[in-house]
């Protein structure tokens, strides 16, 4: 996702697209996270927006908040490292779950929604591995059970490292370098000053490290024992998730229902994608079975 607003026209708006109320939360033990809220309407059910690999956000879902809005409450956070998350000396996906969960907890909310996008996927599944009565449900936006190819995690041991030392030595020319690259294709004065501000504070060393968690983790042991209601929106023209991943994912998913949407890996941000369409598609689907699982439970 760093690179997730290159070509994307869409950006040239986002000043006039709210990204809600910003809240920063303490969390005990933990740390502070920013979180972006609508309130959405009373009594709506609530969906946890957790972004991808780079982004924070507002960066990953700013082009969907207007529509989720309308039907419910929304929370957006900023992932460790990422954004105005948590810092973190040690970026571990499990850690961005309980994060998420804690979020929760601070604002009364039992149940929820994970949606995630790209490494949000993983992120979202967590939450449900770890703590499967909080969620009701899955949305698993343009992910996959894994990311890498058994060998190539043998590559990332040793560059990656590497790469750590080497930000967290000069941070402010590493993360002045990562928002250059993103500005440079980003139309207009607001959008630049957009991504400007997302990505101030976000830690190129945690990024780094985050790029290697995501690379070594597979849920391929334990995506079938998901039991809560799911859908996977799969981006068709993906060259970073390969499509066939993202199927196999909602394949491997008992009763998971899959949502194409027509773009590449950079379908959230893109002004004529089906992908905020589809989303919507699919939070309602996975909402309205929860609910019909809950009424005949009861």
Partial sequence: MADALRNRSAVDSVERRPLGEERFLDLKGRGRIRVLEHKGPK?????VLLHGLGATGGLNWFSAFPELEQRYRVLAVDHRGHGRGIPTRRFRLRDCADDAVAVTDQLGIDRFIAVGYSMGGPIAKLCWNRHPRRVRGLVLCATSRYFTPQQFPILTRAILPGAVVGARLAPNLIREQIIESMLKTVPGKEGKDFVRREMSGSDPAALAQATRAVLRFSSRDWASNITVPTAVVITTRDEIVPTGRQHALAAAIPGAKSFEVHGDHFACAAR?????????????????EAARRHAAAA
């Fill in 43 to 47: 009594g709506a059910p609530t969906l």
């Fill in 272 to 288: 004529n994608s089906n992908f905020v369409p589809q989303l919507l598609a699919a939070c309602a689907h996975v909402d309205a």
